[in-house]
């Protein structure tokens, strides 16, 4: 028997570190292993810039110990892509190289304009959705929001705007207590209220969230019919019910 075809993609983001290997078609890809690692990359980075030593150690020998699973599982090869993180520190391309030695692949730092489109090609993976929707990532240093369709003929993107808002870079900002003084929390929220203050409200039906932060504010209650929301709303939600309750955001769709 012909063993399958196996690839393998890793993601360094500035908080959690992904690695999936998959086989099958392209398009409709079988999951074969995921992980998910936090490693915290980009601590201290909107403050100072650059990738800390540590961090970098942490994240290495994570990408050391995939490095082991993707040859265990006899990958064909191994893609890795840097984002915020990597893209914002001075020293980011030093990183490459540890990585790049780690798994034997070379690391792209790829810009926010391809991991939005990437972001969207990934959120519709066996994903069963048509018409005009909004696909959005909160990640550690970055927010993604992308504006597209599923039509007959395939998926397009029509806009698509990365925003330097994200978990890690908000917490190390913002919020010093715990739990989170009011003031912080307003602080918190006024960031990303200027951040999205540029963002159209995109006409859409359908609502994708992608990753962890959604993935973890869903969680705890049963997901309800899909509705329009704008990223503004969607924000809005998510940063107020972190001051109260985090069940408090409804999406229709998490990833």
């Known amino acids: 028997m012909t063993a399958p075809h196996r690839v393998a993609a890793i993601d360094v983001g500035t908080n959690t570190v992904l690695l999936l290997v998959a086989e099958g078609d392209a398009r409709a890809p079988v999951a074969v292993v995921e992980r998910a690692t936090i490693t915290r990359l980009g601590a201290g980075v909107d403050r100072t810039g650059r990738l800390a030593a ?5 994240t290495v020998a994570c990408l050391e110990s995939y490095a082991a699973i993707a ?8 893609a890795i892509v840097c ?3 990597a893209r914002d520190a001075q020293n980011g391309h030093d990183f490459l190289d540890e990585a790049a030695r780690a798994v034997g692949s070379v690391p792209r ?13 990934g959120a519709l993976t066996g994903l069963d959705a048509e018409g005009e929707l909004l696909v959005f990532d909160v990640g550690g240093g970055s927010t993604e929001i992308i504006h597209g369709s599923v039509e007959p003929g395939g998926a397009s993107v029509r806009a698509a705007v990365s925003l330097n808002i994200g978990s890690v870079r908000l917490t190390e900002r913002h919020l010093h207590s715990d739990p989170p003084l009011p003031v912080e929390l307003f602080r918190v929220r006024s960031d990303v209220d200027q951040a999205l203050s540029a963002v159209p409200k995109y006409p859409t039906n359908e609502l994708v969230g992608v990753a962890g932060t959604v993935t973890t504010l869903a969680e705890p209650q049963s997901i309800r019919g899909s509705r329009s929301m704008t990223p503004r709303a969607c924000m809005a939600h998510t940063s107020h019910g972190a001051s109260s309750s985090p069940c408090w955001l409804a999406l229709p769709r998490c990833r």
């Open 54 to 58: 540590s961090a970098i150690q942490r």
């Open 71 to 78: 040859k265990e599982h006899h990958v064909a090869s191994v």
């Open 83 to 85: 984002t915020s993180a």
């Open 109 to 121: 730092i790829i810009d926010g304009a391809e991991e939005a489109h990437l972001t969207f090609d």
